[in-house]
């Protein structure tokens, strides 16, 4: 174990370890496997699930606008006028 003598502003010093040298350094990252053919299926899966999702969601919402829309209303208004 290393050790370092750091001084300070008001002259003591005190002593820091090298954690590199102890040993004590930060393991290296693993490096990155390449997907397997089930995982990027897996994946392709899932990412068609969700925009197929999104796409529902999108068509129910523009849907329920066009139903609920002022213009609309009119529309069902004189269409009800006229058959009276």
Do not use: F, N
Not at 44 to 60: C, M, N, P, Y
């Amino acid at each position: 174990m290393t050790t370092d003598l750091v001084a300070r502003g008001d002259g003591a010093g005190h002593r820091t370890e090298d954690a590199s040298a102890c040993g004590e350094a930060e393991p290296a990252p693993r490096a990155r496997r390449k997907k397997g053919a089930q995982a990027v299926a897996r994946e392709a899966l899932r990412q068609h699930a969700e925009q197929d999702a999104s796409r529902s969601v999108r068509e129910i919402y523009r849907k329920l606008v066009s139903e609920l829309h002022p213009d609309r209303e009119w529309i069902r208004w004189s269409a009800r006028a006229r058959r009276s």
